[in-house]
């Protein structure tokens, strides 16, 4: 091997070694020494262990550059991982509480929504109940000192406005707020508090016998929203629409839960199977809330994980239509194995299985990792050798991922290298602050239903956007005239957060939504026919 080769490797072996270290070093007793008897395996792997620390030990002492050797293992560690399956992770420990911050339903700060405009933190929504609107803090103000220092024009990103307005709840940051049509700073003392992160963001009724609920994600309080939410105590819901539509997946207990709301008492939800095939099953249990009611489930290929446990489960079972693409296809079982520094190891233990025997994750040996985590399916290229069956006898196929029903690609048509770089410069949240502060007075005094029914206050706003975007001068070619159109639909439906709340903006959203309009049509809806 030549010396390059043994530079490029370093970061791996160095990784192997420090893995290696963490396993021997939790089985070792207490006392245990080095030059003590013991397996010529482990020895070996001791051996390793120790030449690759000596290692790394003079690179930090007499490497030509200064070079952060915890950067190094940190790399080395998951190149390591890679080598084993695209879903084994190591989370180092400064990382673990933002990884799992989501999940756990909470953070703790001021809770508000932000963005940053010409170097300025301008408040776009603070969170409903949160300390930043129990302050008084509103939509368009512009936070110009945090803990009396200037905090406009200093060039500070994302990270670091988050670094200095988050904290431990019960303490207090002090900000000075420049409001449009105020001539002072207004000065504001926030106590810090424990901020919801909401899983199901979006949940009312479409008409009056369908209702409609998005989950980002199965976090812990999942459940508790859902069931709390206004659809799931109506007693004439008949047809329910679970959107999984960019749903990574959480946890698996949540996952079952919510299926456990849809199949009958006994039904298979999902099985794993491990190395020593030893298989784990979870049936539904008693009556769910939505046991008797339609089901259709919207997929694309963002949806991972629980999301396409979920799905299985309802295809296998005949429970329901999916609508949509083809799931992401992660099957692969992560077990968190907790290091001594606080960091993580999340390590592939067994595989996720649908009720009908399939397999959820796709193929990834030998496939580049960049490859694999943008890839999306092409469902012409389905092998129907792989076939299964569902509850009812209908075939299904075992390709990776799940595959829809009813197939609704994305669309194609929309310029996403353009409007990425508009996302890039927030153009969105921007244009919907604009005209939400020069029309706040009248939004005020429009009802949520009103607005959303009407077809002259939305043409309104999405005139404005348009006309912004031509005034910003983004792009050195214009959009076609369906980005165009998406990208204006989401100003609108950005200005209806402002003014209203998430469900609003989900309405917005949802207009003309091909999978919605399926699922309309599907139920005869008046407005359809």
Not at 60 to 82: C, F, M, P
Not at 183 to 209: G, N, Q
């Amino acid at each position: 091997m030549s010396r390059f080769s043994k530079l490029y490797y370093f970061p791996i072996y160095l990784a192997l070694a420090l893995i290696v270290g963490m396993v021997i070093g939790r089985a070792l007793p207490k006392g245990f020494s080095a030059t003590a008897g013991h397996s010529s395996k482990s020895d070996s792997l001791a051996n390793e262990m120790y030449n690759l620390s000596e290692m790394l030990e003079l690179v930090k002492e007499h490497y030509v550059d200064s070079v952060d050797v915890t950067k190094i293992a940190q790399r080395g560690i998951n190149d390591l991982l890679k080598q084993l399956d695209p879903h084994s992770a190591y989370v180092p420990s400064a990382q673990v509480d933002k990884m799992n911050e989501s999940l756990k339903g909470s953070f703790e700060g001021i809770g508000m929504e932000f963005t940053l405009f010409k170097d300025t933190i301008v408040v776009v929504k603070p969170v409903i109940g949160g300390p930043s609107e129990q302050a008084g803090l509103q939509p368009g103000d512009k936070i110009i000192q945090i803990e009396g220092k200037n905090a406009a024009g200093t060039g500070m990103n994302s990270d670091a406005v988050i670094k200095k307005l988050r904290g431990k709840r019960g303490t207090v940051v002090h900000i000075s707020v420049l409001r449009t049509a105020e001539k002072a700073l207004l000065p504001f003392a926030i106590t810090r508090a424990e901020i919801p992160i909401h899983s199901v963001v979006a949940a009312f009724m479409l008409d009056s016998t369908t209702a409609y609920f998005k989950i980002e994600e199965f976090a812990e309080n999942t459940i508790k929203e859902l069931q709390e939410s206004a659809p799931y105590a109506n007693k004439n819901v008949k047809n329910v629409v679970v959107d999984l539509r960019y749903n990574g997946g959480g946890y698996l207990n949540t996952c079952f839960d919510l299926a456990d709301e849809f199949l009958k008492e006994g039904e298979l939800v999902v099985y794993t199977d491990d190395r020593m095939h030893q298989q784990k099953k979870m049936f539904a249990t008693e009556k769910g809330q939505f046991e008797n009611a339609k089901v259709y489930v919207l997929i694309n290929s963002e949806s991972a994980s629980a999301s396409e446990i979920f799905a299985g489960a309802i295809q296998d079972n005949d429970r329901g239509v999916l609508i949509g693409e083809r799931t992401f296809g992660k099957g692969l079982v992560q077990e968190v194995f907790p290091l001594a520094d606080g960091g993580q190891m999340r390590l592939t233990v067994s595989r996720y299985y649908t009720p009908s025997g399939r397999c959820i994750q796709r193929e990834y040996k030998g496939v580049d990792y960049d490859k694999y985590s943008s890839e999306r399916f092409d469902e012409s290229k389905t092998d129907s050798s792989k076939v299964f069956y569902t509850k009812n006898k209908r075939k299904v196929y075992a390709c990776g991922g799940v595959s829809p029903d009813v197939v609704l690609a994305h669309d194609s048509v929309l310029q996403w290298s353009l409007l990425n770089k508009i996302y890039e410069e927030d153009f969105i949240r921007k244009a919907a602050l604009f005209y939400y502060l020069k029309h706040k007075q009248q939004l005020k005094a429009l009802p949520a239903h009103i607005f959303l029914q009407s077809i002259a206050a939305q043409a309104d706003i999405r005139r404005s956007a348009v006309a912004q975007l031509g005034a910003m001068k983004l792009l050195n070619k214009p959009l076609n005239a369906a980005s165009t159109a998406f990208l204006a639909k989401e100003v609108c439906a950005i200005v209806a957060k402002c003014a209203y709340d998430s469900n609003a903006y989900y309405n917005v959203l949802l207009q003309n939504d091909p999978y919605i309009r399926y699922v309309l049509q599907q139920l005869k809806h008046p407005s359809l026919r």
